[in-house]
């Protein structure tokens, strides 16, 4: 299992390397999220221990569980799913929980302000926004993406460090490029009216290549890097 697992490492970043080299960007500036939900932990093991510097889970539950069976190996997280209020607290106590990147209510705002106040922290967050205005998505419609900015960066304890996106899932990985496109325009459009956003975590298994053309900073990936995941 380990060989499969490092081989698929090192092909995924070859691709981003690739990838941000057809778009002439630096690849230092492209960071890998594995996301191993669904996955054991002795995946997420191997993966740390061959370079290997973020993991993302996308239910509490279960980065909780992982944290606490990972608990020797110094493992950095991101939170990347929908984060229900009255889970906000367990997120802030684990001081390796380095970003939220799926703030996508001022409801949740409020609650990661309050639990970040409690905890004497400051929280990273990206905003997630519904590029693709999809039904069966979370995350704040584009057109009201620079008000929502403009409230959370009253709230002193949540520090807004970019945008995130999950765009629908297309056979043909191209035809999501339109969405990266227009996320990366939101993020500029942002930072002309005085924000400052450096981060655009966008690309999954299937399209993360077209993200990177297109300008993202984060990818997550799964598929690519664990296999399938195995819902029973
Ligand atoms: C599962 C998940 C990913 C990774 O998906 P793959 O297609 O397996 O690479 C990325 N982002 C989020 C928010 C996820 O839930």
Known sequence: MKK?????????????????????????????????????VSKIKVF??????????????????KQKQLEDEQIK???????????????MRMSNCL?????????????????????????????EVNIARDQNKYGIMPEETLDFLKEVAGLEKI?????????PYAEDPEQTRPYFHQMS???????????????????????????IEEGATIVRIGTALFGKRDYE
């Open 99 to 127: 970003m939220i990147e799926s703030l996508d209510s001022w409801r949740l705002a409020r609650e990661i302000d309050k639990r970040a106040r409690r905890n004497n922290r400051k929280m990273p967050v990206l905003v």
């Open 4 to 40: 499969e697992l490092i081989a698929r490492l090192n092909r995924v970043n070859d691709r981003i390397r690739m990838a941000a080299a057809r778009a002439n960007r630096n690849p230092a500036r492209i960071r890998l999220v594995a996301v191993g939900k669904n996955h054991p």
């Open 159 to 167: 520090k807004v460090r970019g945008l995130m996106t999950v765009v």
């Open 77 to 91: 997280w991101h939170f990347v799913g929908h984060l229900q209020r009255n889970k906000v607290k367990y997120l």
């Open 48 to 65: 740390n221990d061959h370079g290997v510097e973020l993991f993302g889970e996308n239910r509490v539950q279960e980065l909780r569980d």
């Open 185 to 211: 325009d939101l993020k500029d459009r942002a930072n002309s009216r005085g924000f400052e956003l450096e981060e655009l975590s966008m690309g999954m298994t299937n399209d993360f290549e077209v993200a």
